[in-house]
């Protein structure tokens, strides 16, 4: 029922910039725990960023903290991930993930789009 659609993923050189889009539909924005996971070749899945939408509170990955920021549009019901200074080890499958309560838990998100690459070069 709910659908989750990301774009905007790409091949970029290290100290670059990608902004990631994600689609909603059939979801609030305002009662979920909405945000972004990644998967790097032969890695668990890695909570990125988080963002609860009812309150603004936010959660970032200690690898990510400070070179990304997460946002959502109601309005659209679309949310983001502006990453910037991109280093290699950035290279993974980005998904959207809703309907979830620990952004460190892949588990606990019960709806995920189908995902993005995103590579870095050095």
């Known amino acids: 029922e709910v659908q989750l659609v990301e774009s905007g993923g790409g091949l970029v050189q290290a100290g670059g910039s990608l902004r990631l889009s994600c689609a909603a539909s059939g979801f609030n924005f305002d009662n979920y725990v909405i945000g972004w996971f990644r998967q790097a070749p032969g890695k668990e899945y890695e909570g990125v960023s988080c963002?609860?939408?009812?309150?603004?509170?936010?959660y970032y990955a200690d690898s990510v903290r400070g070179r990304f920021i997460i946002s959502s549009d109601k309005a659209k019901n679309t949310l983001y991930l502006q990453m910037d200074s991109l280093k290699p080890e950035d290279t993974a499958v980005y998904y959207c993930?809703?309907?979830?309560?620990?952004?460190?838990?892949?588990?606990?998100?019960?709806?995920w789009g189908q995902g993005t690459q995103v590579t870095v070069s050095s």
């Open positions: 963002i609860t939408t009812s309150d603004g509170y936010t």
């Open positions: 993930v809703a309907d979830g309560s620990n952004c460190r838990k892949a588990s606990s998100f019960g709806s």
